[in-house]
């Protein structure tokens, strides 16, 4: 099994940045991409990103294309979601997940391993 630890979350101001890691361990050679999640009060959980191992293809809602980046470092077992030029509406707890499906998805369904959350405050 994989496990998942994020970190990096925080409070920040409207237009600023912050960077959210998620180390895997364990059985990481089972996972092929991971995915990064949020869930705002109130709301469903909400894919952001996610990016393949293998290729380090990212791919990404619409809302945070061109402010948020996702790349990993395979020697690290790490995987990072740069978020810049956050908004309000950005705050949420953000989770990673890890999926061993042989293709990308967006469906939460798709991941079967989920880091515990860090939470995002953007004030504004």
């Known amino acids: 099994q994989v496990q998942l630890v994020e970190s990096g979350g925080g409070l920040v101001q409207a237009g600023g940045s912050l960077r959210l890691s998620c180390a895997a361990s364990g059985r990481t050679f089972s996972s092929r991409a991971m995915g990064w999640f949020r869930q705002a009060p109130g709301k469903e959980r909400e894919f952001v990103a996610t990016i393949r191992w293998s290729s380090g293809n990212g791919y990404y809602t619409d809302s945070v294309k061109g402010r948020f980046t996702i790349s990993r470092d395979n020697a690290k077992n790490t995987a990072y979601l740069q978020m810049n030029s956050l908004k309000p509406e950005d705050t949420a707890v953000y989770y990673c997940?890890?999926?061993?499906?042989?293709?990308?998805?967006?469906?939460?369904?798709?991941?079967?391993?989920w880091g515990q959350g860090t939470q995002v405050t953007v004030s504004s």
């Open positions: 997940a890890a999926s061993g499906l042989g293709y990308v998805t967006q469906s939460a369904n798709g991941y079967n391993v």
